[in-house]
C-alpha cells in the first residue's frame, strides 16, 4: 500500500529547538525517519513545524530538500510576515500553515480568520490546527467559512467528535494520526468520518510521536487495512493527501 506520510516532525538540533511547556524533543533526523519507515512504501509526504520549533524555518528547509518533490512542508509564521516570505517558502516546497492550539509555539487563533485566508489567497495554502475538538464550537462558524483546513490527530477526544464531523460534512479535513496520543475509540472514530466524507481522511505516522502515550507502530497501519476496502485504504493513506497539499 503507498502511502502518503500527511504528518511527520524532522528534529534537527543544527537549527532553534526550543523547549516547550517543559518538554525537549529527542533529535530525529532525516536520516532517521527513512529508516524507521524503510519498510513501508513511502510515496511523499508533510514534514510539520512542532512547537519546539517555533517559526524557525531553517529545518524545514533543509529537510525538504533532503527528502525530495515528493514532500511538502507544514510550518508556523507571524501574522506580519512578508508576502515575499510566503511566496519564498511556497517555491521550496512550504504547502501549509500550521496553528498549535494545543501546544503553542505558533501565531494565535485571534489572527486565524485573517491569516488563513491571507496565505491561500497567496500562495494556495490550507491552514492546519492542532485543537481538542471540544474547543471547535468557540471557532465552529470561523473554521466552517475558511478556504481550506485540516485538523490534526482525529481532533483528539471523542466528546469533541460531534462537532468535528459537523466541520467535515462543510469540507474540513482530519488527519488520521497520533493513535496512541488520542482519547477516543479509533476503528469507530476513522469509519464515522469516512462515512461523511470519504475525501476528509489523511494518514500520517506522526513520527517521532513526541509526547504520545505510545509511539506510532505498524498496528496503526493494519489496523485502517483491516477496517477499509483496498480502494478506501489509498484514499487515506495516499491519494487524499497527495491532492491536499499538491492541489
Known amino acids: 500500500m503507498r502511502i502518503f506520510d500527511a504528518h511527520f516532525h524532522i528534529i534537527n538540533f543544527d537549527f532553534p529547538v526550543i523547549e516547550n511547556q517543559g518538554y525537549m524533543p529527542p533529535s530525529y533526523l532525516v536520516e532517521d525517519y527513512k529508516n524507521q519507515t524503510e519498510s513501508y512504501n513511502i510515496a511523499g ?3 510539520v513545524s512542532g512547537s519546539f520549533q517555533g517559526f524557525d524555518q531553517g529545518y524545514l528547509l533543509h529537510a525538504l530538500q533532503l527528502l525530495g518533490g515528493n514532500f511538502c512542508g ?3 509564521l507571524p501574522y506580519d510576515v512578508s508576502d515575499d516570505e510566503i511566496l519564498q517558502l511556497n517555491a521550496k516546497g512550504v504547502k501549509a500553515l500550521r496553528f498549535n492550539v494545543k501546544r503553542g509555539g505558533s501565531e494565535d487563533l485571534s489572527k486565524l480568520d485573517y491569516f488563513a485566508r491571507r496565505v491561500y489567497e497567496l500562495a494556495g495554502w490550507h491552514s492546519e490546527l492542532y485543537i481538542d475538538a ?3 464550537p468557540d471557532i465552529a462558524i470561523t473554521l466552517s467559512q475558511l478556504p481550506a483546513v485540516s485538523i490534526d490527530h482525529l481532533g483528539l477526544s471523542e466528546q469533541g467528535l460531534p462537532h468535528l464531523l459537523k466541520l467535515i460534512e462543510k469540507g474540513i479535513r482530519v488527519k488520521a494520526t497520533g493513535f496512541g496520543r488520542v482519547e477516543l475509540p479509533i476503528a469507530k472514530t476513522l469509519k464515522s468520518i469516512y462515512d461523511v466524507n470519504p ?3 489523511m494518514f500520517g505516522t506522526d513520527l517521532p510521536s513526541t ?8 498496528a496503526d497501519i493494519e489496523l485502517i487495512l483491516q477496517l477499509f476496502d483496498e480502494q478506501a485504504a489509498d484514499k487515506i493513506f495516499y491519494s487524499n493527501a497527495k491532492q491536499w497539499y499538491f492541489k
Not at 509526547?211 to 505498524?218: D, I, N
Open 211 to 218: 509526547r504520545a502515550k505510545r509511539p506510532f507502530e505498524t
Open 199 to 201: 475525501d476528509a481522511l
Open 134 to 136: 471540544t474547543d471547535i
Open 74 to 76: 507544514v510550518t508556523q
Open 45 to 47: 509526504g508533510a514534514i
